[in-house]
DNA sequence: CCCGCGTGTTAAACTAGTTGAACGGGAAGC
DNA sequence: GCTTCCCGTTCAACTAGTTTAACACGCGGG
């Protein structure tokens, strides 16, 4: 029950009247062997049976299926972002990405959780034979034996927002950490500053960049000369936040500025300000990162680094498209580093008295 | 140079010392026509070899991909959600839904403009032999005559968030409209509101839920006793929302509460509700609808009608399957209807005195 | 009359399997 | 000694083309 696939080659060339071996050349643009008139009546035909090029049979003869694999957390605006800018990019070589979605959409996915469901996700992107690969860290680090079958399978990948420190196996295209927490630190030491505390999010495995992220900035700080970074971190299942953000406007004395590693961490903070009967920024100075869609919203309207999400998904997707049929397809795994801009909104002010 | 792609079946058999045929049945389940001490051989040579089976051999050969093509904007957490609803159904039915975007994330898409770039994606899902689409209404619209070719090729197609009245050629799932313009307006008049406005979307032919979210909201005021609706709606690119807006307030009498179509319409009522110095709700009430990821955060948070775009992707995706291979494979088309949910927040109250 | 050129044809091999039919050899049962 | 079963083999056809090689036909020029 092999369901209707619409015409074939073979309709064609009855239809034109020419042979099979004919309507293949012509249709694949070798012209200049044939007749101009040939040519069109094979074209003609194709036109109106509706023959499409059934790119199955292509992907099986030359090993490409012009198809990118891409496994993101579908958790919020920042990757929603990265995946536009990889669809813009692969549409315009005439590539298609296929998504596969780890985790839920309300909450960043635990991995380790459901590793068999990750994997069955893979599965089904090589069992499609697809070109290369995008990934975001989560598999990278969990999976990290399943990439040697990726490296034999020569599928290029590239990774986001992870780089290896000490084996680099994949491309990788993440946020410049060190610029984007000078960035921060400098615009609340310059503010005068000098108690500050670090808000870091879960710090698994495979969220290198959080880890990243406050070491930079507590390094930033010192040099900058605010004094000696107090950091938190939320626990591994990312479920205390708003325990934690009590804990930090707790202290004694209570820092006058509070770094978000991202703008999901900034909101625990808004809403313990709010149960203390603290004012931002008149009270604590809040920072968040990423420039999340709802930041702009926040009241007070929350300063944070806005990463680039769309340039991040856009060089991945070049990226796989140099490895694929470029010149870079040999040579070693590199790392891309995209910055990101402080946005300086409502939420930042000089320290109280 | 078609690129190294993992071993194949013949290695396996070889591996394994058996023949071609015998390696295909096995690792097919054909398992009882050989002895057991044969089955783990192959498999185990599978297993090492890390052979995976290639699916585009098995689309060309049963003519399905176990594909499933997605068209949707990529606009706002409404459609993210959707798409989750269908990636949930689908990969849990061994599928892949493939996702192809239309316009821009900062904007509803204008097909009009886009109308090749559009055919073009649907394009790239055909030629690699999807099983079935689902599709936002404006290609449903802008390409109806490419419709035929999807009838003629026997895909089922499920859109989205349109019915067609006239002749149903696709299946359609949907918000319902009737129940939920009636919630909203049950929910102002009950607050005593008597002259309620409605700020309604841009009103383009692939944007039927717009006229008959507010068709069926006059219609339901009226019933109440609510009295006439007075409307309002963006021109065709959806630019003057702010300068629609600031007219609706202006009105002498003011209306004291506006229905938006949707939570972006709210947006603009409460930008320029500020900029006129009103204050939500006790000067004018608004009720957004959808429930978009910001809606809960902005200020006064917005009572708005929480669609379900989960389950609106599920049911899509669910009912692509069940033409796939149910038992309504040949039923003609239904429409679902999904109902939504008014959450009440802060930015309604009774009207001023 | 033969050569070469422009067109186009046929046949075969190839991509990676899947599937049906026929068949073969050893062992057990009768 | 014959049949039957079990286990497995070989062969061929099939999916939808792509590509190479060899070849054929008619026309014009020499």
């Not at 993101?72 to 800018?85: E, K, M």
């Not at 459901?114 to 994997?119: A, P, R, V």
């Not at 680090?141 to 780089?163: G, N, S, T």
């Not at 702009?296 to 060089?315: K, N």
Request: aromatic share 8%.
């Amino acid at each position: 029950m092999p369901g209707f696939q619409g015409p074939r080659l073979k309709d064609v060339a009855e239809k034109a009247n020419v042979s099979l071996s004919a309507a293949s050349r012509i249709l694949r643009g070798e012209r200049q062997r044939f007749g101009a008139e040939t040519c069109d009546r094979v074209l003609d035909a194709a036109r109106q049976l509706g023959w499409r090029r059934n790119l199955l049979v292509n992907g099986m003869q030359t090993g490409r299926t012009r198809t990118i694999g891409v496994m993101i957390p579908p958790f919020d605006s920042f990757w929603v972002d990265v995946l536009a800018g990889i669809h813009i990019v692969l549409a315009s070589a005439d590539y298609l990405p296929i998504t596969v979605w780890v985790g839920d959409c309300q909450e960043m996915p635990h991995f380790e959780k459901d590793e068999d469901e990750g994997f069955k996700q893979i599965s089904r992107l090589l069992d499609r034979r697809v070109d290369g690969l995008i990934l975001w860290p989560s598999f990278a680090v969990a999976y990290y034996d399943h990439f040697r079958e990726l490296l034999e399978r020569k599928v290029p990948v590239a990774v986001i927002d992870h780089e290896y420190s000490e084996d680099q196996i994949a491309d990788s295209i993440e946020t410049d950490e060190a610029a984007s927490a000078r960035a921060v630190a400098e615009h609340l030491v310059n503010l005068g500053h000098r108690d500050i505390a670090c808000l870091s999010s879960r710090e698994a495995a495979w969220q290198a960049w959080a880890v990243r992220r406050r070491e930079c900035f507590e390094q930033a700080v010192e040099e900058l000369g605010g004094g000696k970074v107090r950091s938190w971190r939320l626990n591994a299942w990312g479920t205390d936040g708003l325990e934690i953000a009590r804990e930090i406007l707790s202290q004694n004395p209570r820092p006058t500025a509070v770094f978000a590693v991202t703008d999901h961490e900034a909101r625990y903070l808004y809403e313990t300000a709010i149960e203390m009967g603290l004012e931002i920024p008149q009270d604590i100075s809040v920072v968040g990162f990423a420039d999340l869609d709802f930041a702009a919203t926040m009241r007070p309207a929350l300063t944070t680094m806005r990463q680039r999400p769309r340039e991040i998904g856009r060089r991945a997707a070049q990226l796989i498209l140099d490895r694929l049929d470029g010149d870079m397809a040999e040579s070693p795994p590199t790392t891309i580093r995209v910055g990101a801009d402080l946005i300086v909104r409502k939420s930042t002010a000089r320290p109280p008295k």
